[in-house]
């Protein structure tokens, strides 16, 4: 007798439950093949030498291919449809970042649900951004800044990579809770962001450490604080703006990895417990402090509260704000 798909699916369902044995015996022949690593960016992106970083790492150890898939546009969620319908057996994977979650909540209409449709695997590092302006502007300090801002207010110029975009939304964070009142100019590029607080059109920027550091060093920058709790080794002079007066101000980039929701958790263990050992490799670990990014390599379980928080911390904010992608 052939059994339909569905009556398959439910056949497969009620084994695993009955014989718990047959989840551990697939998740340990895991993986028998190439495994699809999903980036939603180009080739040469930074997102991309995270995910080949990665990639080689679980090539190493689990002694099977895993290769880059790079699906770009749409604010990643062309790569997040993709990996949402994918088989749930662990052959793919996504990348995520702390776009992920803003995305979620921005877009309309999407094809998954960014905290159903996915199995977090490992929440695998973090890093903070630096709030920096143009020296032009009278303000060294968080307090300095916040002062010239409420003196003029409207007045600076705070470049996004996007209305809705992940700096966008930090930045209205800081502001809101300063009570200042500044002018968003959103770009698509970051060349043009680049070229603008050069010249001065633009006032202000978050950018990650790595990008902004070597401006930082020739002055062309003038670093206000870091956006994380802690300060990081990269930039140890560098206050946090939670030190300045930003008082729980904690905005940090975040790297991790998710794979279809439904996904036996055995296999999703694994994978987990692969990518911890990664981030603990020498490698991975002077990879990381180069861009300034604390290594973490979370249990799945982690991960998964990490994205719900997120998720609820975004939500408020976008509401309150009136966030949206028209600005």
Known sequence: MKLSGARVAIFSVLATAAF????QEAA????SRVVTLVVPALPGASFDVTARMYAQKLTESLRQPFVLEHRPGAGGTIAYSSVAKAAPNGY??????????????????????TLKSFAPISHTSSAPYVFYVHPGLPAKTLPEYIAYAKA????INIGTSGAGSINHVGA????????TRVTYVHYKTSPTLLTDILSGRIQGAFSSIQFSKP??????????????????????DLPTL???GAAGFD?????????????????????????????????????????????????????????????????????????????
Request: proline share 7%; net charge neutral.
């Open 20 to 23: 718990p044995g047959i989840a």
């Open 28 to 31: 340990s022949a895991f993986p």
């Open 92 to 113: 793919t994977m996504l990348l995520v970042t702390s776009t992920f979650v803003v995305t979620g909540l921005m877009y309309k209409d999407l094809t998954y649900d």
């Open 152 to 155: 003029n207010p409207g007045v």
């Open 172 to 179: 209205e964070w800081l502001h809101s809770s300063t009570d």
């Open 215 to 236: 401006y930082i060093a020739s002055g062309k920058f003038r670093p206000i604080g870091l956006t994380s709790l802690t300060r990081s080794a990269v930039l140890p």
């Open 242 to 244: 939670a030190e300045q």
């Open 251 to 327: 905005f940090v980039n975040w790297f991790g990895f998710v794979t279809p929701a439904r996904t036996p958790a055995a296999i999703v263990g694994k994978l987990s417990t692969e990518f911890a050992r990664a981030v603990r490799s020498p490698e991975v670990i002077e990879a990381l402090k180069n861009d300034g990014s604390q290594p973490v390599g979370s249990t799945p379980e982690q991960f998964n509260q990490l994205l719900i928080a997120e998720s609820a911390r975004w939500r408020k904010l976008i509401q309150e704000r009136n966030i949206t992608l028209e600005e």
